[in-house]
Antibody
């Protein structure tokens, strides 16, 4: 069964860069038809798609975050990463990584999520 | 941007009830509509994709219908483990994938 696991700092200072990594196990990040995405959920609120990337480097980003977001894929480590620059308190959220199936663009496997708090 | 709305925002139901949740898109998304279940402290779980296809391993009491702008998720014979928040997600626009605001189903 495919598994995804987020890792990274749980506390980031305002104006700094949030960096998270998602490790994929029991499956290949180079699989055809699957993108790898990030979704976030502020405490007590709904879900917001951040962006998704194919292992070749093709990517889609949420326009509202695009200027601050970079998603990258490391096929040798079976990992993909998220960088979000110039964070503010409004970026405080649980960040999920997920597999994004390009046939129907649904998120069919998710990591457990990691809470990132932006605070000085 | 395609905006998603859900109704109701919350509902109370009893075990054994039939529950229907509605999702509406601001423009046609054809059948590119997915449903997720999220329990407190857990990641969302895919239930239905392409409006009406049941994800592998999901109980058959869950079903989805609709196309264009109006969609429904139905839970037949609600079980204790079904109390959760349900989100729809449009996957028609690859420029911006958007989720509905969620519908919380709790115990009456």
């Amino acid at each position: 069964q495919l598994q995804l696991q987020e890792s990274g700092p749980g506390l980031v200072k305002p104006s700094e860069t949030l960096s998270l990594t998602c490790t994929v196990s029991s499956g290949s990040i180079s699989s055809r038809n699957y993108y790898w995405g990030w979704i976030r959920q502020p405490p007590g609120k709904g879900l917001e798609w951040i962006g998704s990337m194919y292992y070749t480097g093709s990517a889609y980003y949420n326009p509202s975050l695009k200027s601050r977001v970079t998603i990258s894929v490391d096929t040798s480590k079976n990992q993909f990463s998220l960088k979000l620059t110039s964070v503010t308190a409004t970026d405080t959220a649980v960040y999920y990584c997920a597999r994004h199936f390009s046939n129907y663009w649904n998120f069919d496997f998710w990591g457990q999520g990691t809470l990132v708090t932006v605070s000085s | 941007d395609i905006q998603m709305t859900q109704s109701p925002s919350s509902l109370s139901a009893s075990v054994g009830d039939r529950v229907t949740i509605t999702c509406r898109a601001s423009q046609s998304v054809k059948s590119y509509l997915n449903w997720y279940q999220q329990k407190p402290g857990q990641a969302p779980k895919l239930l239905i994709y392409a409006a009406s296809s049941l994800q592998s391993g999901v109980p058959s009491r869950f079903s989805g219908s609709g196309s264009g702008t109006d969609f429904t998720l139905t839970i037949n014979s609600l079980q204790p483990e079904d109390f959760a928040t349900y989100y729809c997600q449009q996957s028609y626009s690859t420029l911006l994938f958007t989720f509905g605001p969620g519908t919380k189903v709790d115990i009456k």
